[in-house]
């Protein structure tokens, strides 16, 4: 619920992106979208959650206390005048599949959609309406990794691939962290 949400907000070391939530005043700060400056782009990420169940991720209803649940769609157009000042557009999505490519339809000014919730694996991103989305599937079996290749403030090309995270040894340092989370 929300009370547990809170307390991971509040206990993580990185921070939270999410656009189509109202929480309630007490509630702690997460931001609708960061813009990094990263090799000269301006790069705008937009956090994105599902509402297709009854206007709500899923869920126990009574869990969301008075959490308001905003629609995707008035979420992005609130945001869509800002894209001609950014240089590249992002949603870190958790929609779904079936969403994010409608998302991309209906807003071909996304440069960029990484989404989750339906557990789609997509090899190579996956031009929709010229918007590369991608997904990494479930149960952290591969990484996503996306690169953007531009000259000037001008996008040449996105590409995304999977790595299958078995086939890569963890550090010694990560494997101690796992095993004290686990314990």
Request: hydrophobic share 40%; aromatic share 10%; charged share 20%.
């Amino acid at each position: 619920g929300v009370d547990t949400l809170a307390t991971r907000v509040c206990g993580a070391k990185f921070e939270h992106i999410l656009a189509n939530v109202a929480f309630r005043e007490d509630f702690p700060f997460i931001r609708q979208y960061k813009i990094l400056t990263v090799g000269g782009l301006d790069i705008l990420f937009l956090g994105l959650v599902t509402t297709a169940y009854e206007g709500h991720p899923v869920g126990i209803v009574e869990n969301f206390g008075k959490t308001k649940f905003l629609s995707t769609e008035a979420t992005v157009e609130k945001f869509y005048p800002w894209l001609p000042t950014t240089d590249v557009f992002v949603a870190l999505s958790h929609l779904g599949f079936e969403e994010d490519s409608l998302l991309a339809v209906n807003y071909p000014h996304f440069d960029l959609i990484i989404g989750g919730h339906s557990h789609t694996v997509i090899p190579e991103g996956l031009d929709i309406n010229g918007v590369v989305v991608t997904q990494t599937g479930n149960k952290l079996r591969h990484a996503g990794i996306t690169s953007i290749t531009y000259r000037g403030k001008k996008i040449r090309s996105i590409d995304n691939r999977l790595v299958m995270l078995d086939t890569i040894p963890p550090s010694p340092k990560l494997r101690e962290m796992v095993d004290r989370i686990k314990q």
